[in-house]
T-cell receptor, first 117, second 113 residues
Framework: GAVVSQHPSWVICKSGTSVKIECRSL??????MFWYRQFPKQSLMLMAT?????????EQGVEKDKFLINHASLTLSTLTVTSAHPEDSSFYIC?????????????FGDGTRLSIL | GNSVTQMEGPVTLSEEAFLTINCTYT??????LFWYVQYPGEGLQLLLK?????DKGSNKGFEATYRKETTSFHLEKGSVQVSDSAVYFC????????????FGGGTRLMVKP
């Protein structure tokens, strides 16, 4: 149980393109979803937290107009990288959590590798 | 603020060797502690966790004990396999922040046959 599906797994596109990444919780309702960015051989950096039906909370230094997050339902959150440029190339990982309890784990998707040419 | 420090990798071991990956943390209160594993090209999988002092998390032969006195949560395995090759992340969740995870820098483990 607790499967999180991320799509697409890999995308290559030209500079200036906007790219949408989907994160779905397949067998549970996710009240909260998280979006992380991971540079090669580095740790995960939290970009933003989204709660269903409300605006996402962005971490310091993350441009909310650049990285649009929508959490329209309890099973789906999307991250749109607008007008992507080569410096946006990275591995993006989402996670989903079912409840608010301190012992509720985050369940991670398999990540999306974004390459901007 | 909260922080997690892991030993730098890569850690290279022969099959059946003993593994220790050190992890120490800084946090206020009583955080929950986690180890995640990331296989190449994939997301993170929860490996084990501990939610209070002296708890031992264990899974797939891996173990880690929550040591509040040394603020540590070292990962151990008695006999590693080639299939254990991956990147391991230590993480904490503070007790009053809705389970927000703070990750360590990750340690790459390479196991040779």
């Amino acid at each position: 149980g607790a499967v999180v599906s991320q799509h697409p797994s890999w995308v290559i596109c030209k500079s200036g393109t906007s790219v949408k990444i989907e994160c779905r919780s397949l067998d549970f309702q996710a009240t909260t979803m998280f979006w992380y960015r991971q540079f090669p051989k580095q740790s995960l950096m939290l970009m933003a937290t989204s709660n269903e039906g409300s605006k996402a909370t962005y971490e310091q230094g993350v441009e909310k107009d650049k990285f649009l997050i929508n959490h329209a339902s309890l099973t789906l959150s999307t991250l749109t990288v607008t007008s992507a440029h080569p410096e946006d190339s990275s591995f993006y990982i989402c996670s989903a959590r079912a409840g608010q309890g301190r012992n509720q784990p985050q369940h991670f998707g398999d990540g999306t590798r974004l390459s901007i040419l | 603020g909260n922080s997690v420090t892991q030993m730098e990798g890569p850690v290279t071991l022969s099959e059946e060797a003993f593994l220790t990956i050190n992890c120490t943390y800084t946090a206020t209160g009583y955080p929950s502690l986690f180890w995640y594993v990331q296989y190449p090209g994939e997301g993170l999988q929860l490996l084990l966790k501990a939610t209070k002092a002296d708890d031992k998390g264990s899974n797939k032969g891996f173990e880690a004990t929550y040591r509040k006195e040394t603020t540590s949560f070292h990962l151990e395995k008695g006999s590693v396999q080639v299939s254990d090759s991956a990147v391991y992340f230590c993480a904490l969740s503070p007790n009053n922040a809705g389970n927000m995870l703070t990750f360590g820098g990750g340690t790459r483990l390479m196991v040779k046959p």
